[in-house]
């Protein structure tokens, strides 16, 4: 599943419709969720993710419904399409696990969007990044411990944590 593609469709289906929008407020107010607008998602501009896929994921009650009970859902096509994605269970957690990880990566973009040259923090602030992404998943002793984590085995078995230890955030627990 695609989810950028899932999040780019919800737009495009409003968009252009205020008889659409107004029939999605209903469904906000019955599914009791927060009268927010649908965000767009630019895939070239990444950074949008996050934003959209938050609001997505608290929005997804009410497009749950609306798509569920739209009058296209048993016709081929996008409205069709959406409801069968936003009723697959792995796009709840996918938009819960990007929630939890996403902040991590848009801070690493971000901090290299200065107006000054950054070649000089550049290193550094990669083996932070990945310094962040491998206690998430490898034990702390072997992260601390390593010299060069490039040079760590992460995928080696013994050095990473089990199943129910791996960090994905407890909401998509």
């Known amino acids: 599943m695609k989810l950028d593609d899932l999040l780019v469709d919800i737009f495009y289906i409003f968009q252009h419709s205020s008889k659409r929008l107004k029939d999605y407020k209903e469904f906000q107010d019955f599914t009791e969720v927060e009268e927010e607008?649908?965000?767009?998602?630019?895939?070239?501009?990444?950074?949008?993710?996050?934003?959209?896929?938050?609001?997505?994921?608290?929005?997804?009650?009410?497009?749950?419904?609306?798509?569920a009970s739209h009058e296209d859902v048993e016709k081929p096509g996008k409205v069709k399409s959406i409801h069968e994605r936003l009723q697959?269970?792995?796009?709840?957690?996918?938009?819960?696990?990007?929630?939890?990880?996403?902040?991590?990566?848009n801070n690493f973009n971000t901090v290299l969007q200065a107006d000054k040259a950054k070649i000089g923090c550049l290193l550094p602030?990669?083996?932070?990044?990945?310094?962040?992404?491998?206690?998430?998943?490898?034990?702390?002793?072997?992260?601390?411990?390593?010299?060069?984590?490039?040079?760590?085995?992460?995928?080696?078995k013994d050095l990473q944590h089990g199943d129910d230890m791996i960090a994905i955030g407890l909401d998509t627990r």
């Open 37 to 67: 607008k649908i965000l767009k998602h630019c895939p070239t501009r990444w950074l949008s993710l996050e934003k959209v896929g938050n609001r997505t994921l608290s929005q997804l009650p009410a497009l749950k419904s609306y798509f």
């Open 88 to 105: 697959d269970p792995m796009t709840e957690l996918v938009l819960r696990f990007m929630k939890y990880i996403l902040p991590i990566i």
């Open 125 to 156: 602030e990669m083996d932070r990044l990945l310094r962040k992404f491998l206690i998430k998943f490898v034990q702390m002793r072997h992260v601390k411990a390593a010299d060069e984590l490039r040079n760590l085995n992460f995928h080696n």
